[in-house]
């Protein structure tokens, strides 16, 4: 029986998507969780800053300044790994030893030939590459919304770039991120709506947003459509892991627009996210009166 953190999830404060400012930030919930859950629910938890760990990851192996605080490797722990990755030749030790705590296996598996080849890849084909080992992964995971919202997340990335592609002539099999059904139909369809037709009840949206010239506008609106996923997917989920996760999901999305900037756009993300409501049906799985 799924663990129930009544204490925990009540005393979180309130969040809106056109929040400006924030009493919990996203790494002081962290810390939060970290002594209240369990130690598999914050295994979970942790599951949801593994896209953040391979950005870094990447950051670091293109030799680029940037780094999230929002991981669960530090950059410190990151060049141990690299180092330790390039002078030996079986990594089965190396799995044993604490730098591996919280490195997902494929991460390792992949790097040590990456590490040990002349020819570095470019940022995006690294990447890619490191994205779909994580969402192809991700994809057989036993925790359902883990599942639910990473698969989510990826087909709506997927959607997107297919679009884009097709707007301006671009190849689309190299730019697809994992392998499921749907990269597979994207790649196949030459109809206008990829051959998704009602699969996808969330396509009318992309489209639309696709097709915005305003890029904060744009972004804001794919951030709007994946706050209302999350509203809908955890609406049952009272006091469990999934609605924590889901809190920290939305937390991240409101704590990004605070610091991307302070004075981004004219609209409030909340109309956006009203316009979002009132156009289209999710799908039938996670409409209210099917849960």
Same mark, same amino acid.
């Given at each position: 029986?799924?663990?129930?953190?009544?204490?925990?999830?009540?005393?979180?404060?309130?969040?809106?998507?056109?929040?400006?400012?924030?009493?919990?930030?996203?790494?002081?919930?962290?810390?939060?969780?970290?002594?209240?859950?369990?130690?598999?629910?914050?295994?979970?938890?942790?599951? $949801?800053?593994?896209?953040?760990?391979?950005?870094?990851?990447?950051? @670091? $192996?293109?030799?680029?300044?940037?780094?999230?605080?929002?991981? *669960?490797?530090?950059?410190?722990?990151?060049?141990?790994? /690299?180092?330790?990755?390039?002078e030996v030749s079986d990594t089965t030790n190396l799995?044993?030893?604490?730098?591996?705590?919280?490195?997902?296996? &494929?991460?390792?598996?992949?790097?040590?030939?990456?590490?040990?080849?002349?020819?570095?890849?470019?940022?995006?084909?690294?990447?890619?590459? &490191?994205?779909?080992?994580?969402?192809?992964?991700?994809?057989?995971?036993?925790?359902?919304?883990?599942?639910?919202?990473?698969?989510?997340?990826?087909? /709506? +990335?997927?959607?997107?770039?297919?679009?884009?592609?097709?707007?301006?002539?671009?190849?689309?099999?190299?730019?697809?991120?994992?392998?499921?059904?749907?990269?597979?139909?994207? &790649?196949?369809?030459?109809?206008?709506?990829?051959?998704?037709?009602?699969?996808?009840p969330y396509l009318e949206a992309l489209t639309r $947003? *696709?097709?915005?010239?305003?890029? /904060?506008?744009?972004?804001?609106?794919?951030?709007?459509? +994946?706050?209302?996923?999350?509203?809908? +997917?955890?609406?049952?989920?009272?006091? *469990?892991?999934?609605?924590?996760?889901?809190?920290?999901?939305?937390?991240?999305?409101?704590?990004?627009? @605070?610091?991307?900037?302070?004075?981004?756009?004219?609209?409030?993300?909340?109309?956006?996210?009203?316009?979002?409501e009132n156009s289209f049906e999710f799908p039938e799985?996670?409409? $209210?009166?099917?849960?």
């Amino acid at each position: 029986m799924a663990t129930e953190y009544y204490y925990f999830v009540t005393g979180l404060p309130a969040l809106h998507p056109e929040d400006t400012k924030l009493l919990l930030t996203p790494l002081m919930f962290l810390h939060s969780a970290k002594e209240h859950l369990t130690a598999k629910d914050y295994d979970l938890l942790t599951l $949801l800053l593994v896209p953040n760990d391979i950005t870094n990851l990447v950051n @670091i $192996l293109s030799g680029k300044d940037e780094w999230s605080d929002e991981s *669960t490797i530090d950059n410190e722990e990151w060049q141990q790994l /690299i180092a330790h990755l390039k002078e030996v030749s079986d990594t089965t030790n190396l799995k044993n030893k604490h730098i591996d705590d919280n490195v997902l296996p &494929l991460i390792i598996e992949y790097l040590h030939p990456y590490l040990n080849q002349e020819t570095p890849k470019p940022e995006y084909q690294l990447l890619k590459e &490191l994205f779909t080992l994580f969402y192809d992964w991700v994809d057989q995971h036993d925790n359902e919304y883990v599942k639910d919202w990473f698969r989510f997340d990826r087909d /709506i +990335r997927n959607i997107i770039i297919a679009m884009n592609c097709r707007k301006h002539n671009l190849p689309l099999q190299s730019q697809l991120i994992g392998n499921n059904e749907l990269s597979a139909r994207l &790649l196949k369809s030459s109809a206008s709506d990829f051959g998704l037709g009602n699969d996808y009840p969330y396509l009318e949206a992309l489209t639309r $947003l *696709t097709e915005q010239n305003d890029i /904060i506008e744009k972004e804001k609106g794919y951030d709007a459509l +994946r706050w209302k996923w999350l509203e809908d +997917r955890t609406f049952f989920d009272y006091f *469990t892991i999934p609605r924590i996760m889901a809190y920290f999901n939305r937390l991240q999305i409101v704590y990004r627009w @605070i610091h991307l900037s302070q004075s981004v756009g004219e609209k409030r993300f909340g109309q956006v996210l009203h316009d979002l409501e009132n156009s289209f049906e999710f799908p039938e799985e996670f409409a $209210l009166n099917k849960r």
